[in-house]
């Protein structure tokens, strides 16, 4: 049936043809670039990044490599592989070569055989070769200091070495705590390691085995030590307890555990890995709350001493910190800093503490790199553009890759900032989007837009289906009700262990906001996200009737039925606990699912049927509440995918599908 339903999708050109309106529409989903990874090379003088765009012949996401000069000068593709990736791009240490990711196979290797691997070309582009061959591919690396070697993390492999596949998988067998991962699946008892492999040789020696996880690998400057992140004790599936350790790069040496934080030291979540100083006597990290807190408490900004074992926190302020590299003189670090609605690269003194913002205004910075000599660039996007890698200068940003250009002749909606007052007094903060033709004193239909995490927020960047809808001619309203991140701890743990409380009273309150601005219709108002926006649009509907259309993507609402099925089993016992001792917390996550007859507003529900972040049981059950009381509503389910979507066709099938289902309940359209 996929098969088929592809080769449909791929014979129907005219539906994958880009909108040639001035407008951004659905078809131009196909056309955005989404630039990631920038890293300079050893002189600073030209940088590598990863592309990702659309394959429409292969119907994937596929990533190509792209270098550009500091100048801005000589953009040019180095991989295109019709049918395969590369990502993740490290100049070797002399400059003369990128080594690289990628899940293309060998020549003659059957395409269903190949595994993701190093793989090393001239930097200047050329021929590629690949470097590694392990059993179930690579997940990570990094170069050593003298370029002959790599430190890099694998998998333990499905079967042995030498032993042929076989015609079926074999059982499922698991004896984890926590039994499901989003885009691994099923958990055995492999792991991910560590290994040091000589390039020269090829030899690969394991540096940490055992029962755990090693993951984002960091070699110090001077050769001698390679930094990693781990859980370990008794369970390490039990508890959120990462550290840092430290190890020589050879086989036998005995690893050291560096951070000592009964708490998360350096959670791989937050796609961080621990920075060296220049003179390798210290490292960057990140740092959570206690366990307890999960991802509710602000990740700090930390320091650790690698003699000593000395941590400290230079600038302690309620904020979240990301992506942190140091100056070339040690005494400060560049990291990213998220305030309400928006996240800038900033610097830290580390004697002082002062925290000194260097991109200014209404952005979304994502990442960064620091050359050897102090040149930054960074990777960011706002309201009106995605990302663009530019180099950060006293005069402020000059651009040097943006692979969106043709957006420069769409008509695009701006984005407002907006303050509320929620029932309680409490100040919300949110973003709204008139539609394109909006005409003051006439009030058009709202699709209210509700952020995943719970501990996220929407901030100025890029929205693609809010451009789509204002070019649609309806308004949108994104609230950050209490539980978003970027205005400190005390206003994301507002919704611990309550879901769909204060947050539900926050996003009504938003609505009342606009409506009473005479921007909104109050007779013609939607509402729907993704992941937690999918829970908490759940919980809005089953509170307030007045919403005539809903979409509720990747969400649950029976906590009792998600328990043991998807793969936060640890984040359910520090929040709520287990079903059988806290009937009465369950019972209140559970409340849109329990009260589900008190739902009139007809709500479509999307699930990815490979997704073990929030699986298709959450969108399933309460499609099927709905169903048993005649109230409008459908389930799509999108074959093979996890979490995030990454297919081209499924992507613009969801855009297409949800305006169609705003403009038949809020525009009477067929």
């Not at 690289?100 to 930097?123: C, I, K, R």
């Not at 582009?125 to 590694?132: D, N, S, W």
């Not at 009273?505 to 993704?530: E, K, S």
């Not at 996890?642 to 969801?654: I, M």
Request: charged share 25%.
């Amino acid at each position: 049936m996929r098969g088929a339903l592809l080769s449909v999708l791929l014979l129907a050109a005219p539906a994958w043809a880009a909108d040639t309106d001035a407008r951004f529409g659905a078809g131009d989903l196909a056309r955005l670039a989404d630039l990631t990874e920038p890293v300079f090379s050893p002189d600073g003088n030209t940088l590598a990044y990863t592309v990702s765009t659309a394959n429409l012949a292969e119907d994937k996401t596929q990533s190509d490599l792209w270098r550009v000069g500091y100048d801005g000068t000589g953009r040019v593709r180095l991989t295109d592989t019709p049918k395969h990736s590369e990502w993740r791009p490290q100049w070797s240490p002399d400059g003369k070569s990128i080594a690289f990711l990628s899940d293309a196979p060998m020549p003659g290797e059957d395409e269903d055989d190949a595994t993701t691997q190093v793989w090393l070309m001239p930097a200047g582009g050329g021929k590629p070769r690949r470097l590694t061959k392990f059993a179930d591919g690579v997940e990570d690396f990094v170069w050593s200091p003298d370029g002959k070697r790599l430190a890099l993390i694998a998998r333990d492999p499905e079967r042995p070495a030498g032993t042929p596949k076989p015609k079926n998988p074999p059982p499922i067998v698991t004896e984890r705590y926590q039994l499901r991962e989003d885009g691994v699946g099923y958990l055995d008892g492999r792991r991910k390691h560590l290994y040091v492999f000589d390039i020269a040789s090829g030899r690969a020696d394991l540096l940490t085995p055992g029962a755990h996880d090693e993951q984002l690998p960091s070699w110090s400057p001077d050769g001698r030590l390679i930094a990693y992140v781990t859980k370990r004790g008794v369970d390490p599936d039990r508890h959120l307890n990462f550290d840092i350790y430290v190890i020589e790069p050879k086989a036998g040496a005995a690893e050291r555990q560096l951070t000592t934080f009964t708490g998360s030291d350096l959670d791989p979540y937050w796609e961080t890995r621990p920075t060296w100083s220049p003179d390798s006597t210290r490292i960057a990290y990140l740092r959570s709350g206690e366990d307890k807190w999960i991802y509710y408490a602000p990740w700090q900004l930390a320091i650790v001493d690698v003699a000593t074992g000395t941590e400290r926190i230079p600038a302690p302020i309620d904020r979240c910190f990301t992506k942190p590299h140091w100056s070339p003189d040690g005494r400060s670090v560049y990291a990213l800093v998220e305030q309400s609605r928006v996240t800038n690269l900033s610097r830290i003194d580390l004697d002082s503490g002062q925290v000194t913002a260097v991109t200014q205004g209404a952005r979304f910075d994502y990442d960064l790199d620091v050359s050897r000599d102090g040149r930054i660039a960074v990777l960011g996007g706002g309201d009106l553009h995605p990302y663009t890698i530019d180099a950060v200068e006293g005069s402020g940003l000059r651009t040097l890759a943006d692979h969106n250009e043709f957006l420069s002749k769409k008509q695009l909606a701006p984005t407002e900032a907006i303050r509320f007052r929620s029932g309680d007094d409490t100040q919300i903060e949110g973003l709204l989007v008139k539609p394109l033709d909006y005409q003051p004193g006439r009030r058009y239909p709202m699709i209210v837009r509700l952020h995943g995490g719970p501990v996220y927020q929407f901030s100025h960047e890029f929205m693609p289906d809010w451009q789509v809808y204002a070019a649609n001619g309806y308004a949108v309203l994104a609230v950050n009700p209490r539980g978003s991140s970027g205005r400190g701890f005390d206003f994301s743990r507002a919704i611990y262990a309550d879901w769909g409380n204060v947050d539900v009273r926050d996003v009504l309150a938003g609505v009342d906001h606009v409506v009473a601005q005479g921007i909104a219709d109050p007779q013609r108002l939607g509402v729907g996200g993704w992941s937690y926006g999918g829970i908490l649009t759940n919980a809005v509907i089953a509170s307030d009737t007045r919403f005539k259309a809903a979409i509720s993507g990747a969400g649950a609402s029976n906590m009792y039925g998600m328990y043991g099925h998807d793969q936060y089993i640890r984040e359910y016992e520090l929040e709520l606990g287990t079903p059988w001792a806290n009937r009465e917390v369950y019972d209140r996550a559970s409340f849109p699912f329990l009260h589900s007859d008190r739902i009139t507003t007809p709500t479509m529900f999307q699930c990815a049927d490979a997704d073990a972040n929030v699986p298709c049981l959450g969108a399933e059950q309460m499609y099927q509440a709905l169903r048993s009381r005649n109230v409008p509503t459908r389930l799509v389910v999108y074959p093979g995918e996890n979490h995030g979507l990454t297919v081209p066709s499924y992507l613009r099938d969801r855009l297409t599908r949800n305006l169609a289902w705003y403009d038949q309940y809020l525009k009477g359209a067929p």
